[in-house]
């Protein structure tokens, strides 16, 4: 119903129901429509997909399954300016879910960073951050580049099961890698488990980057004493050990 263009390239496809309608219906239009045999050129270079109704919004990517669409909750701290766009371009006052979701997912600079940042190839599949994610590394950025007024330098991110961490920590690599590349970063993911840190480190490889996995405390040191692995996954116990052995600060 609605397609987004950004020079002449449809990067929105949004389907748009009337209230009484189930958003699934939606949804279900928009997964149907990306199939080869319906109009799948329109999703090429789809980077959200949109299934709205007045009262109700959800969001994926191009080929996001029916049962991964997904609705954005508006950080606190930017629900004033969401309420101040609504207000200026509503003329009746009636603000709807619709609006609201528009304004904070297609507004310029948020949708260009949303694209930029927060779409990424999962193997071969894309996927595209939910709310908590997008927030959480935006949030982590402004204490890492001390925006956020906190006198501190770490913190703490916290996570349900299943809500996306490791590709949380996939899209916070990456916008450090891109906004302070001339810094050389390096990354040290430390768990405490071994299957999770397989798991970490297979995600991050079928992100298209280039991780290491330290299986001892020496084999740490020494992959950390090789500049050119930039991302490196351990345990706490051989991270321990680099420490308590003073191999680094």
């Not at 500049?227 to 490196?232: A, V, Y």
Request: charged share 25%.
């Amino acid at each position: 119903d609605i397609v987004v263009l950004i020079n002449g390239i449809p990067v929105v496809i949004i389907e748009c129901k009337k209230s009484s309608v189930d958003v699934k219906e939606g949804i279900n239009q928009n997964v149907r429509n990306m199939l080869p045999e319906y109009i799948p050129h329109l999703f090429k270079f789809a980077q959200l997909v949109f299934a709205i109704n007045p009262n109700k919004v959800k969001y994926g990517t191009c080929g996001t399954g029916a049962d991964y669409f997904v609705e954005w909750r508006e950080d606190k701290d930017y629900l004033a300016w969401q309420k101040e766009v609504c207000e200026r371009v509503i003329s009746d006052g009636q603000i709807l879910e619709q609006d609201k979701i528009a304004v904070s997912m297609l507004s310029q600079n948020r949708l260009l960073d949303i694209i930029a940042n927060y779409i990424l190839f999962d193997g071969n599949i894309k996927k595209v951050a939910r709310h908590q994610q997008y927030f959480a590394v935006s949030r982590a950025m402004d204490r890492l580049n001390g925006n956020d007024n906190v006198d501190a330098e770490g913190g703490v991110i916290w996570h349900t099961q299943g809500s996306g961490k490791s590709l949380t920590m996939v899209m916070f690599v990456k916008k450090i890698l891109k906004e302070k590349a001339n810094e050389n970063p390096r990354f040290v993911i430390v768990t405490d488990r071994i299957d999770l840190d397989k798991q970490i480190k297979d995600n991050f490889a079928r992100t298209s980057m280039s991780p290491v996995r330290a299986g001892t405390g020496k084999g740490l040191k020494a992959l950390l004493a090789d500049k050119g692995n930039i991302i490196i996954t351990t345990l706490i116990n051989k991270f321990e050990t680099v420490i308590k052995n003073r191999y680094i600060d």
